[in-house]
C-alpha cells in the first residue's frame, strides 16, 4: 500500500482547476493547498498550536539542506522524528536539498552523483546526492519525500537544460530505488527542462516511468518573468497525470497561486508569506499593504476588515506599526500569523468555489481586486 | 471613591507574608504578584491571549519613558489608551519614567522641576518631571500610576542620599496634586533614601503624609550587595503601612521574590524572566538552565518536569537548543512562555502556601532547593 491516497472531489467544468483530498501518514490535506515553510524545524515565529488552530494549515514543508547541517538528521532521528521533535502531529514534506545547494552558486560543484558543497554554517564539506537526500529524508520522516533534482539555471541554453534535465531525470530513478513504495512515505519526481515546453515534456514522460506518488514542477520562479512561468504550467496542465497531486515548487504570490490552481495545480509553497511578514508587508485581498507607511500610524482599523486571524481580530493598524517601528518581535509574530492565515484562508476560498462550481467567477472577482489595487 | 481598594486575606503568623487581592478599575489581582514587563506597548514575543491564558498573568507594567517617546502618549491617547491599543483589557502598572531617564547618565540633567534628557530615538531634547509625568500616565490609562522620583545613585553619601529622596518627596506631592484621587487611576509613591535605614523611614513617612494607594520602594538592585537589599527591606518591614499594597521595583531573581515576600512584599516587576529568556537561560526550582549547554543537544526532556506551560508541555530541551542555536525567533518566544510561566506560578505557589498557612516551609524548601544547584 502507498503512503499517498489522493481523491478528486471536484474539478472545474471548463478547465483544470480541482478540489482534491490527500490522505497521508500523518492525516488529511485539503487541496489546492499552501504549505507554509518551516525550514529550520520551525515556521519562523509560530507555534504548532498556531498553525493549526489560527492558520488552520494542513500540513508544512521543511528543508532537508537546513535540517542536515543543524541540528542534522541523525539527531533528528534519534529525537523521534521531525513531527515529535517539533511538535507537529500533522503531515510534513520535505524538499531534497537540491535547490538549496544550487543556491549556494560558487561554493557547490555538480558531479554525476550528486552535489559537493561547503555548509553555511561551519565551512564543512559535504556531498548531497540522490542516495543521501533520500537517506536524510528517510531519517527526518516527512510524508511526502522530494527527488533530488538540479534546477535548470535561467536562462539556460536548450542543450544546458537538456543535459540538466536528463540528469535530473537519472537521479529520479535512483531516488525511487533508494526509497520504494512503502506505507508512510510518499515520493514526488520533480518535472525540469528549463523554460522549453518540449524538454519540460520528455521530463514528465520520463517520470511517467517511475512510479511515483505525485508530480512537482521546479525550475520556476527562478528569475523568469511571470509570462514566461504562465505559459510553461500552460504547456504542461495537459499533459499532467490527472489521478495524482500536481505541486508546483516556491510559488507564489496569492495571484500567482490562483492562476497556478486554474492550471491544475494542487500544491503550493513559498516563503514570501512568513518572510514578507518579517519586512512588514501584509497580504489582503486590496494587493500588499506596507505596515511602515506613515499612513497607518494612526489607522485604528485592522489589515483586513474580513479577516478573522487573531492578529486583525485584536490589532490595529497603527498597533502593528509601532511594533514595526520598535523592532518588536511580536511584530514579525503578529504579521506571520496574518499572511499564513491568508494564503490558508485563500486556498479554503478556492477549494470552496471550485465545489460550488464558481471557480471561473472567483478566479476573476479575485485577480481584478487584487491586481487593481497591488 | 479610590481606583484601588485592597483586602488581605491571610498572612503569616510569626512574619510579614501575605495574601491579598487588589481590585483596580480593570480587574482584580491577586498578591504577591510578578508583572511581566511590557516595555514598548508589549510584552516582548508575547500576546495578550499568551499572558492570560497559558502565563495567567493579572497585571502587567508599562514604560512611560519608552511609550512617550515612541509611539508617543498622544497616539496612545488616540488609540483608546494602552489597554485598548495593545489589546490588553487586565490591569496595567505604568511606571513615571524617572528610573528610565535617570539611566540615561550623561544625556541628562536633573533640574528642581524635573528631568531634561535626549530621545535615544532621535536625540530631540525632552523634558519631564512631575506633572509632565502624571499627564503621560493619564493619557496611558493605566491602572496604576507611579509617583515621578529620582533613583539614588549606589553608592551615595548620606548627604547626597539625604538630598535626593527629599526632592523625590516634594515631586511625589506634586504628582498627587497632579492626579487627585479618582476612579480610574490608583497613585503609588515611592520610597527613597539610598542605602540609609533611617533615611528610608523618613522617605516613608514623608510619603505617608500623603493620600497614596499604594507604597513603593524603589532605589533598590541598582548595584547594591544582595544583603545590603534584603538588610533594607528588613529595615523597612515593620514600618510600611499594613492596609496598602507594597511594590519593590525592579526585583529580581525567583529567590528574591520569595524573600520579598517573607518581608511583607506584594508586588514585583522585573525584566530578568523576559530578558534572559531571549539570553537562553531558563528558570526551574533547581536554579538555571543555560540551554546553550552541549549537554541539552540529545536531552528529550522539558524544561521542568512539573511544569505544565505550553512549551514544557510540548518541546524538548533539545528542540529549544536547537531553536536557540539557530536563532529562531520561536526561541525567545517558548523561553519567554516558560520563564514567565515560572514566575507567576512561582507567585500562585506563595499565595497557596500563606493561605495554607505553611508559609516558612515552602520558603525554606524552595531557598534551599534553588539556592542548591542554582
Known amino acids: 500500500m502507498s503512503a499517498l491516497s489522493f481523491e478528486i472531489l471536484a474539478t472545474d467544468a471548463n478547465g483544470y482547476a480541482r478540489r482534491g483530498r490527500m490522505q497521508l501518514a500523518h492525516g488529511v490535506v485539503e487541496t489546492p493547498v499552501f504549505m507554509p515553510v518551516g525550514t529550520q524545524a520551525t515556521v519562523k515565529s509560530m507555534t504548532p498550536a498556531d498553525l493549526t488552530d489560527d492558520i488552520k494549515a494542513d500540513i508544512i514543508l521543511g528543508n532537508t539542506y537546513h535540517l542536515m547541517l543543524r541540528p542534522g538528521a541523525d539527531l533528528v532521528e534519534k529525537m523521534g522524528g521531525l513531527h515529535r521533535f517539533m511538535g507537529w502531529e500533522r503531515p510534513i514534506l520535505t524538499d531534497s536539498g537540491?535547490?538549496?545547494?544550487?543556491?549556494?552558486?560558487?561554493?557547490?560543484?555538480?558531479?554525476?552523483?550528486?552535489?559537493?558543497?561547503?555548509?553555511?554554517?561551519?565551512?564543512?564539506?559535504?556531498?548531497?546526492?540522490?542516495?543521501?537526500?533520500?537517506?536524510?529524508?528517510?531519517?527526518?520522516?516527512?510524508?511526502?519525500?522530494?527527488?533530488?533534482?538540479?534546477?535548470?539555471?535561467?536562462?539556460?541554453?536548450?542543450?544546458?537544460?537538456?543535459?540538466?534535465?536528463?540528469?535530473?531525470?537519472?537521479?529520479?530513478?535512483?531516488?525511487?530505488?533508494?526509497?520504494?513504495?512503502?506505507?508512510?512515505?510518499?515520493?514526488?519526481?520533480?518535472?525540469?527542462?528549463?523554460?522549453?515546453?518540449?524538454?519540460?515534456?520528455?521530463?514528465?514522460?520520463?517520470?511517467?516511468?517511475?512510479?511515483?506518488?505525485?508530480?512537482?514542477?521546479?525550475?520556476?520562479s527562478v528569475g523568469e518573468p511571470k509570462e514566461e512561468m504562465m505559459a510553461m504550467l500552460d504547456a504542461l496542465a495537459p499533459h499532467l497525470p490527472v489521478d495524482k497531486p500536481h505541486y508546483v515548487m516556491g510559488v507564489g504570490t496569492p495571484d500567482d497561486l490562483i492562476e497556478g490552481i486554474d492550471r491544475g495545480i494542487d500544491m503550493f509553497d513559498c516563503v514570501m508569506p512568513t518572510r514578507n511578514a518579517r519586512n512588514g508587508t501584509l497580504f489582503t485581498d486590496d494587493g500588499k499593504l506596507n505596515i511602515k507607511n506613515l499612513c497607518h500610524a494612526e489607522d485604528p482599523r485592522p489589515i483586513m476588515h474580513d479577516c478573522d486571524c487573531y492578529t486583525c481580530r485584536n490589532f490595529s493598524r497603527a498597533y502593528l506599526r509601532h511594533l514595526y517601528m520598535a523592532k518588536e518581535i511580536l511584530s514579525s509574530r503578529l504579521n506571520t500569523l496574518h499572511n499564513l492565515h491568508y494564503y490558508c484562508t485563500l486556498m479554503q476560498r478556492a477549494r470552496d468555489a471550485i465545489a460550488e462550481e464558481n471557480w471561473p467567477a472567483f478566479r476573476h472577482q479575485f485577480l481584478q481586486r487584487y491586481r487593481g489595487k497591488a
Chains 1, 2 share one sequence.
Open 98 to 220: 537540491g535547490f538549496q545547494v544550487w543556491s549556494l552558486g560558487e561554493l557547490r560543484k555538480i558531479e554525476e552523483h550528486g552535489v559537493r558543497f561547503r555548509s553555511h554554517i561551519d565551512g564543512a564539506e559535504v556531498f548531497l546526492g540522490p542516495k543521501e537526500s533520500m537517506e536524510i529524508q528517510r531519517k527526518l520522516g516527512s510524508d511526502i519525500v522530494m527527488a533530488f533534482d538540479e534546477c535548470t539555471p535561467y536562462p539556460a541554453t536548450y542543450a544546458e537544460a537538456e543535459e540538466s534535465m536528463q540528469m535530473s531525470m537519472r537521479w529520479a530513478g535512483e531516488c525511487r530505488e533508494h526509497l520504494p513504495v512503502n506505507e508512510t512515505q510518499a515520493l514526488f519526481g520533480i518535472v525540469q527542462g528549463g523554460m522549453y515546453p518540449e524538454l519540460r515534456i520528455k521530463s514528465l514522460q520520463a517520470l511517467s516511468a517511475i512510479d511515483f506518488e505525485g508530480i512537482a514542477i521546479g525550475g520556476l
